[in-house]
């Protein structure tokens, strides 16, 4: 077997004026840095090939057999404004069709320019992609809908930021790359019949068991709006901050993906925001369910004239699938908090949703480590320094009296805490210091390292204690940059 993937093209079926076909530029002196291996395995991609040649075809130098590259039109709300966007820097080579019949996007991202890149230079830094592949891994890891990384690949050419780095490819893989804001594309820019026929094409490939009763526009919107309150959900069980929720950046799918200035939170606070351009927090921790509402609603806008013929009706009609998003939000929210203090679903009561709140508002007063308060109270980290004080140990004395009162077995809870409360998050200080060791030395141990740990973050044998500490000096001026 000579060819890497097993490829199929069902999104060029949409037409022409969903994408361009551009094929990548080559590099300089392409090197396999990162491969992942065990990914490899799970779809079912080809392992024999030789590092050169798995070099020459992920960073685009030779054309992977089946493909027919291509950049994928779409359009966003960035930061609330309308823009047309489209795949600047990202080619997609294919579907690959797994043994299982799944069907995988492979996609290059920093592959070159595009008819979309504007004035952007099509090309990605070693840094960002490293940052990509391991925050994607760990958010596997942890059990969170993501877009997955394949490989690395080194160009040995120079990207130029606000210093001149080192250029990088990284594989990408996902259910797909439709986004919210390729339906804002079609609704825009394209006919009616488009917008039609991307819903559809979008049912069949990632809802294919939902029967649409009538409205096939409702029903996609309602099937996203549970996926993304589900993975928002998810998102503050670890403190994972996406960043730039924009709605290009929010997939159909459900998955997590752009790992642009995303970072996980150290200490509790929902106001957080590590992304230097966000500036009024309009993406910071505790906002990102707004958000995800936000963006349904742009959705809910882009579907309209195929929702129904008369505006007013089809306002009426999205409006209503949209107004679930707040209560299905908060009963899976809850539940999760709920979950990681050791609550099932049906203990659930006023008392113990106080309980959270207590425990949330003393997190911030202290500012308590997130990760780490949640495994204190399940035993796993002993209690020390803020979680020795009385007000720490009365909430636990409170906790554990509603924990009884409920007929919650000790044991039985902390078996449920456990698949909840990561051991360990890729911490923002422990990741810098991974790609500062790589980019500075070519050194790819704590890399590695870091990684091997952070996708296995519910490992109850393993010692992730050199992991586990928050910075020092907290998170300090820590910040995170877009599109690097
Ligand atoms: P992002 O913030 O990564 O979601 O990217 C937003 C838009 O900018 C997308 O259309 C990207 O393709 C485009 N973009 C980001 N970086 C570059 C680059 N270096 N060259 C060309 N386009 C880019
Ligand atoms: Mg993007």
Sequence with gaps: MDSLFHFNHSYQSLGEAFFKKVLPTPVGAPALLLFNHSLALELGINQELNQSVLAAILSGNQLAAGSTPIAQAYAGHQFGYFTMLGDGRAILLG??????????????????????????????????????YLISEAMHGLGIPSSRSLAVVTTGEKVFRE????????????????????????????????????????LERHYPDVKVEQNAALTLLEQVLHQQARLIANWMRVGFIHGVMNTDNMSIAGETFDYGPCAFLNSYDPTKAFSSIDTNGRYAFGNQPNIAHWNLSCLANALLPIIHSDTDTAVK????????????YT???TATMAAKIGFDEKSISNEVIDLLKELMQWMQKEQADYTNTFLTIQGTLLPSGTYNGNSFESWMEKRNSLLSVAGINVDKAKLMMHQQNPLLIP???????????VVANNDLRPFNQLLQAVQHPYDPAA??????????????????????
């Design 463 to 484: 010692d992730y204690s050199a992991f586990q500490e928050p910075p020092v000096n907290g998170d300090g001026f820590y910040a995170t940059y877009c599109g690097t």
């Design 427 to 437: 911490r923002n200080h422990r990741v810098e210091e991974a790609l500062d060791a």
């Design 331 to 333: 009963q899976l929210y």
């Design 95 to 132: 579907e690959h069709i797994s043994p299982d019949g799944k069907r995988w996007d492979i996609q290059l991202k920093g592959a070159g320019p595009t008819p979309y890149s504007r004035r952007g230079d099509g090309r990605a830094t070693l840094r960002a992609m490293l940052r990509e």
């Design 163 to 202: 210093e001149i780095q080192a250029g990088a490819v990284l594989t990408r893989i996902m259910k797909s790359h439709i986004r919210v804001g390729t339906f804002e594309y079609a609704r825009q820019f394209l006919k009616t019949e488009d917008l039609e026929k991307l819903t559809l094409y979008t």
């Design 317 to 328: 009609m999205a409006t209503e699938v949209l107004n679930q998003f707040p209560s299905l």
